[in-house]
């Protein structure tokens, strides 16, 4: 969880302390929805860039979006932004060890 928390703090004006309190990734995932919202509402462009800079695929954002209802998708995009993050770890693990 703290690997994950550091990764959401880059690109997202959360603090490494405010995140690293949380207990689950369901916590994370209520939290970055929330904020996610206030974009969709707000700074929609903001939304699409930070999506863009963390390198969601934008045909699994268009599918996941097409397949629900249009109130989750702050709930649906915060989801995806989190396994992204995941598997950007997930890929620097595996690089550091096959480097050693």
């Known amino acids: 969880m703290t ?3 550091e990764q959401i703090t880059k690109n997202f004006p959360f603090t490494y302390s405010s995140l690293k309190e949380l ?4 916590e994370l995932l209520i939290i970055l ?3 996610v919202q206030e974009l ?3 700074d929609f462009a903001k939304l ?5 800079r963390i390198d969601v695929s934008e045909v699994k954002i268009k599918r996941a979006l097409d397949l629900s209802k249009p109130k989750d998708a702050n709930k649906i995009i915060a989801q995806l932004i989190i396994e992204r993050e995941k598997q950007k770890n997930k890929t620097r693990e595996e690089y550091n060890n096959d480097s050693k």
């Open 33 to 35: 929805s929330q904020y």
């Open 3 to 5: 690997k994950l928390a």
């Open 23 to 26: 207990q689950s990734e369901e």
């Open 40 to 42: 969709i509402d707000t």
């Open 48 to 52: 699409i860039n930070t999506l863009y």
